[in-house]
Structures are given as structure tokens and as C-alpha cells.
């Protein structure tokens, strides 16, 4: 059985409220979970305390068993210090596409053109 840390939802609509739980893989978001570890509200403000609490002590021994934690928890525990989240690069993720390349050389040319006629 391959555990996970993970969030479910609750709240009302357009009023997210998160818990923090271990569940097994293969259960539903919002269902079936083994323990509550901790809670996460994005309604507060980022530097707000309470915007996530952790149970640290459960945490580290569900870590010890082996408890995968998803990528948003992982943040989590980075920034309480249980856990090393690696850093990611992507520089290929800024770079615009093909044809946004095209447009752009095209439209570099056009501007280009009034200041040659001008120059000569």
C-alpha cells in the first residue's frame, strides 16, 4: 500500500479550506484517509501563522514509514524544515512558441521598414 501526504478539499464553494492527510494512493481526494497531519486555508493571508499548521511529530513518522508527500505539501514541509523539496529549472518554459516567433519577426520588420525609408 503506498502511502501519500496529501490535501482534501472542504469548504464552502469559492471558500477553499484544506486538511492535511495521509491516505493511501489510491483513494479518492476527499475520501477515505489513514490520519489528519495538519490543515492549510489560502483564504488567510501568506503571512499569517495560521494559514498552515502542521502536526510535525505525526509528520516525521509517517515520512519514517515511507509516506509519499505530494508536490503542494512538499512546499509545505520544506518551509517548516521536515523535508528538502529539490529546486526545479525549466528554461525552456519562458521561451514562446513557434509561431509567437514568426509574429514577432514579422513585426520587427515592419517596424524596421518606415526607418530605412526614412534614413534614405
Do not use: C, H
Not at 40 to 64: C, G, H, N
Not at 65 to 94: E, M, S
Not at 105 to 111: G, I, L, S, T
Amino acid at each position: 500500500m503506498s502511502l501519500k501526504i496529501r490535501l482534501t478539499r472542504g469548504g464552502a464553494k469559492k471558500r477553499p479550506y484544506y486538511r492535511i492527510v495521509v491516505a493511501d494512493a489510491r483513494a479518492p481526494r476527499d475520501g477515505r484517509f489513514i490520519e489528519k497531519v495538519g490543515v492549510y486555508d489560502p483564504m488567510k493571508s501568506k503571512d499569517d501563522p495560521a494559514r498552515v499548521q502542521l502536526e510535525t511529530d505525526k509528520i516525521s513518522a509517517w515520512l519514517a514509514k515511507g509516506a509519499q508527500p505530494t508536490d503542494r505539501v512538499l512546499r509545505f514541509l520544506d518551509a517548516a524544515g521536515l523535508a528538502k523539496r529539490p529546486a526545479r529549472n525549466n528554461p525552456q518554459k519562458a521561451e514562446p512558441g513557434e509561431k509567437a516567433k514568426e509574429r514577432a519577426a514579422k513585426r520587427a520588420e515592419a517596424a524596421a521598414a518606415p526607418a530605412e525609408d526614412a534614413a534614405a
